[in-house]
């Protein structure tokens, strides 16, 4: 069992910046965190961002120059940078893992991945 742990969220005003981590269990598997989610009220989950198993990073059009994704080099440790924040980039956030090598094509499809994480609360005030 993988369980991932996001931590960072928080509340800002719009322009403003936040860092969230997430951090894996360790396990027999070598299976890391990898990407990052959202999902706003109302909304589906989306992908933002994600780590290839080439270590290229994906983003999300819309956070593309703001948002950067990045791990420890143990791999069991994600960040992803919020920088420039506005108020559409509200929402839960979870990381996420998955079993399989991730590949650019579906880097940011939820339903290729198979750990998530709890969640945690951007809120950015305008």
């Known amino acids: 069992q993988v369980q991932l742990v996001e931590s960072g969220g928080g509340s800002v005003p719009a322009g403003g910046s936040l860092r969230l981590s997430c951090v894996g269990s360790?396990?027999?598997?070598?299976?890391?965190?990898v990407a990052w989610f959202r999902q706003a009220p109302g909304k589906e989950r989306e992908g933002v961002a994600a780590i290839t198993s080439d270590g290229i990073p994906a983003y999300a059009d819309s956070v593309k120059g703001r948002f950067t994704i990045s791990q420890a080099d143990a791999k069991n440790t994600l960040y992803l940078q919020m920088n420039s924040l506005k108020p559409e980039d509200a929402a839960m956030y979870y990381c996420a893992s998955s079993i399989w090598a991730v590949a650019m094509s579906w880097a940011l499809n939820p339903q290729k991945y198979n750990f998530w994480g709890q969640g945690t609360q951007v809120t950015v005030s305008s």
């Open positions: 360790r396990s027999t598997y070598t299976i890391y965190p």
